[in-house]
Nanobody, 116 residues
Framework: EVQLVESGGGLVQPGGSLTLSCRGS????????MSWVRQAPGKGFEFLCD???????YYSDYVKGRATISRDNVNNSVFLQLNSLKTEDTAMYYC??????????RGQGTQVTVSE
């Protein structure tokens, strides 16, 4: 059973930065492609970025130029650093093992609120 636990969310001012962390278990982390997605209240999921087992990354236009995804296969962890945060970045952020569209492949999420 896939288990993913996110942390690092919170309240941050516009223009600020934060780093989200996610620890996985129940699957072979080192060979899994991992994603970060988010969901704002009343909206659908937005794919943000992913990283494959080789460390190759891909970023969507939602965060391109403002985000860095990385992974630590020793500690079964994936990270998302977000910079230049905007109020529209306010959402619940989830890490996921691909395919992220399956609910059981996502964690419980960590809330990020961008506000003065």
């Amino acid at each position: 059973e896939v288990q993913l636990v996110e942390s690092g969310g919170g309240l941050v001012q516009p223009g600020g930065s934060l780093t989200l962390s996610c620890r996985g278990s129940g699957f072979t982390f080192s060979t899994a492609a991992m994603s970060w997605v988010r969901q704002a209240p009343g909206k659908g999921f937005e794919f943000l970025c992913d990283i494959d087992s080789r460390g190759i990354t891909y970023y969507s236009d939602y965060v391109k130029g403002r985000a860095t995804i990385s992974r630590d296969n020793v500690n079964n962890s994936v990270f998302l650093q977000l910079n230049s945060l905007k109020t529209e970045d306010t959402a619940m952020y989830y890490c996921a093992v691909n395919p992220w569209t399956k609910k059981e492949n996502r964690g419980q999420g960590t809330q990020v609120t961008v506000s003065e």
